[in-house]
């Protein structure tokens, strides 16, 4: 087991699985950084620090500083997919997606369907998301929801250097078109991660907590909010079922299920706000599929039916809190 | 603006206008593009406080663009902004105190500290917004042309790009557009030679000259020195009186250049060594201004330090009422999502 970072955790896995394979490309903005400035092409490595040194080891016709073109740039990955590469195309702010959407859904996601099961889209999009930083309206968004929805992709969000590394090795080694979402305040996050080869599978929650009085579910930031809700519940004697999603499509049905029969009381956490969420459709899976288990009404906790402000102190009430989670909690439990 | 004349520039044995300007429009370009200076110096260093969250991209080097074509605009005229919206919003006339407020993330703010530094906005005063997104804003800019055009007011629609922003598709299909249609729609490419850390020698192909792409779509495009006032205002006001005149969109490419980082905060590591002092030095639209009308006995020294003086108190107090100012009430936190919800 090493020490790292989830940044550290994907720059290396990076490194390592376009060593082992060839066909593996990178795309974005300012990927490299420096292409034509006096400064020259310096490998900066992306502004959030996510590929240095990929260019100085793999050249320009597999890492490709891109000019500001987020529709040209996940069109050519879904083009360089068809052709039997595998890209990783990079939005540097996952809200681009509006720019490049067409590129994702209506053509990578659709392409094996439509072409009868004839061929493979074995593209990586990496989108950094969340809200934290006061990026506001346009640069904060968590658009997971939304790709989750759309048949044809998977969703994957590390929380943890393991998983970034577990999940990423999975993307890159899968056929199909992986989005995956990098929170642009968690690369600090640091862990153990397994050394050599190391993949996580898709659609294998993560149990973070065992508590058995409730069940949270969560991804991405809401997960190490969960936790700090948890520490506090448990102070109380209360005991949390921590599930991290890692996938949301797939999603862990199962273990979602699981925990649910056993504690009768859910809570889903979601950096989104809450109309046709990752939380609602959660809440309905498990209406559906657990009602005689529940003993009281599902919460969501989610970020209200509005953008994203800018103030910091907005963006806060914005944003679920791990205080929103505790007191879900306690609302659950209270249900009689 | 009033007062300015100029020749016919078609009678111009160069082709080019000759502007003349009194007094008065001078100290004014000289104050606006000052305030604009001190503005981003100024948030230059209250950044370092750790006060002001979020992005923020400094429009300082740029000054004479958006002076040298704002203040040929009437408030009716539309802009659309870009990230590095601070320079265009001063010189169309938004309110300083209260975009500095919006900066600070307060209640008083331009647009209630929900926006901040890159997405302010003041539709009062024909600011039709800064854009987060590159590329966001020039089909807008064909939009209000559109509108302009039926309003039969000789209005246009203005949109502002970067040498970044002119790789984007929105921007081209919004050239293609504006010529298809005829709109009264102006392409502004500031060419400050970066898109974050890459320069415009690599992203923007071909010849590298931005201009010939808008004429590549069939628009006339202007080319001019925007770190100097005067050439950026003598070109444009070519360009200007062409859209009014009906004869569908234009385009016009400043080569600029911009004094801090991307963003504050960026290390800057593609600059070449000396680079900002040689640029500060050379081609800083403020010296440059001072020279020519104190070279040429328009104004003194003295007036331009008193304007100086003044400004520096402006933004001083600017500062002093964002920092007083209140936040904003998270109550409100999910207001203003529509105009009416049933
Ligand atoms: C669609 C989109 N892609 C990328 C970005 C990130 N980004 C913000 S500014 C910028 C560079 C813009 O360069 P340019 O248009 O030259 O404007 P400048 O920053 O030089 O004023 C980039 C890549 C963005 N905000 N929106
Ligand atoms: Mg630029």
């Known amino acids: 087991m090493a020490i790292m970072n989830i940044r550290e955790a994907i720059v290396s896995t990076l490194h390592a699985e376009m060593e082992r394979d060839s066909d593996i490309i990178l795309l974005g903005e300012d990927v490299v950084g420096g292409n034509g400035t006096a400064g020259g092409p310096e490998a900066i490595g992306g502004i959030w620090g996510t590929s240095p040194g990929l260019w100085e080891k793999f050249g320009p016709e597999r890492v490709i500083d891109t000019p500001i073109s987020e529709s040209a740039i996940i069109g050519a990955a879904a083009g360089a997919a068809l052709a039997g590469k595998r890209p990783v195309a990079e939005l540097m702010f996952a809200d681009f997606v509006g720019v490049s959407l067409d590129q994702i859904w209506n053509q990578m996601a659709k392409f094996r369907y439509m072409f009868g099961g004839k061929t493979r889209c074995p593209a990586v999009v990496r989108l950094v998301y969340g809200a934290g930083m006061s990026t506001a309206a346009q640069h904060s968004q968590s658009v997971y929801a939304m790709l989750t929805a759309m048949p044809g992709l998977k969703v994957v969000l590390p929380t943890t250097p393991a998983d970034a590394k577990g999940l990423l090795t999975e993307a890159l080694r899968g056929d199909d078109p992986v989005m995956y979402f990098e929170h642009k305040t968690l690369y600090g996050v640091k862990g153990e991660v397994p050394e050599g080869e190391y993949r996580q599978r898709f659609g294998e929650a993560r149990v973070v907590r065992e508590g058995g009085d409730v069940t949270v579910i969560a991804c991405g930031r809401m997960v190490n909010f969960s936790e700090k809700a948890a520490d506090k519940l448990a102070a109380d004697g209360i005991g949390m079922d921590l599930l991290d999603l890692r996938t949301t499509s797939p999603l862990d049905e199962d273990a979602i299920l699981e925990s649910v029969e056993q504690t009768g009381r859910l809570v889903v956490v979601d950096e989104t706000p809450p109309r046709c969420s990752l939380a609602a459709d959660i809440c309905a899976m498990v209406a559906q599929r657990a009602f005689t288990s529940l003993k009281a009404p599902p919460q969501m906790v989610t970020a209200p039916h509005s953008p994203i402000p800018f103030a910091r102190n907005l963006e806060r009430a914005w944003v679920p809190s791990p205080q929103k989670v505790e007191e879900a909690v306690r609302r659950v439990l209270a249900f009689r | ?342």
């Not at chain 2, 100024?42 to 429009?59: D, P, S, V």
């Not at chain 2, 690599?202 to 020195?225: H, L, Q």
């Not at chain 2, 005067?230 to 234009?250: I, Q």
């Open chain 2, 1 to 342: 603006m009033s007062g300015v004349v100029w020749d016919n520039w078609q009678k111009n044995t160069d082709g080019r206008a000759t502007v003349q300007f009194n007094r008065d429009e001078l100290l004014g370009a000289y104050r606006r593009m000052k305030v604009i200076r001190e503005f981003e110096e100024r948030l230059h260093e209250e950044i370092k406080t750790g006060e002001i969250a979020g992005f923020t991209h400094l429009y300082a080097g740029q000054e004479a663009v958006a002076v040298g074509i704002c203040d040929q605009l009437t408030v009716e005229d539309m802009i659309v902004s870009t990230h590095r919206g601070h320079g265009h919003c001063i010189a169309k006339g938004c309110d300083v105190k209260g975009m500095m407020k919006e900066i600070f993330g307060r209640a008083g703010g331009l647009c209630k500290g929900r926006g901040g530094s890159m997405h302010i906005a003041d539709l009062d005063v024909g600011m039709l917004g800064a854009n987060g997104i590159v590329g966001g804003g020039a089909p807008q800019a064909v939009g209000a042309a559109i509108a302009a055009r039926i309003d039969g007011k000789g209005r246009v629609g203005i949109a502002f790009s970067g040498d970044g922003a002119c790789n984007q598709g929105t921007t081209f299909e919004a050239m293609n557009l504006a010529v298809v249609i005829k709109a009264p729609a102006i392409f502004v490419f500031e060419n400050n030679h970066y898109s974050e850390h890459t320069g415009d020698a690599y992203a923007v192909g071909t010849s590298k000259d931005i201009a010939s792409r808008a004429e590549g779509f069939g628009m006339k495009a202007w080319r001019a020195n925007g770190c100097d006032f005067f050439e950026t205002y003598t070109a444009f006001s070519e360009l200007l009186e062409y859209v009014r005149a009906g004869n569908g969109p234009a385009a016009i490419e400043l080569d600029t250049e911009r004094y801090y980082g991307h963003f504050e905060g960026d290390p800057q590591r593609y600059r070449g060594k000396g680079e900002i002092d040689r640029i500060r030095a050379e081609r800083d639209c403020l010296k440059a201004f001072r020279a020519k009308v104190v070279g040429a006995a328009l104004l003194t020294d003295d007036d331009l330090d008193k304007v100086d003086a003044e400004v520096i108190a402006q933004i001083e107090e600017a500062v002093v009422e964002a920092r007083a100012d209140e936040l904003p009430d998270p109550a409100t936190v999910a207001d203003d999502v529509y105009v009416e919800y049933y």
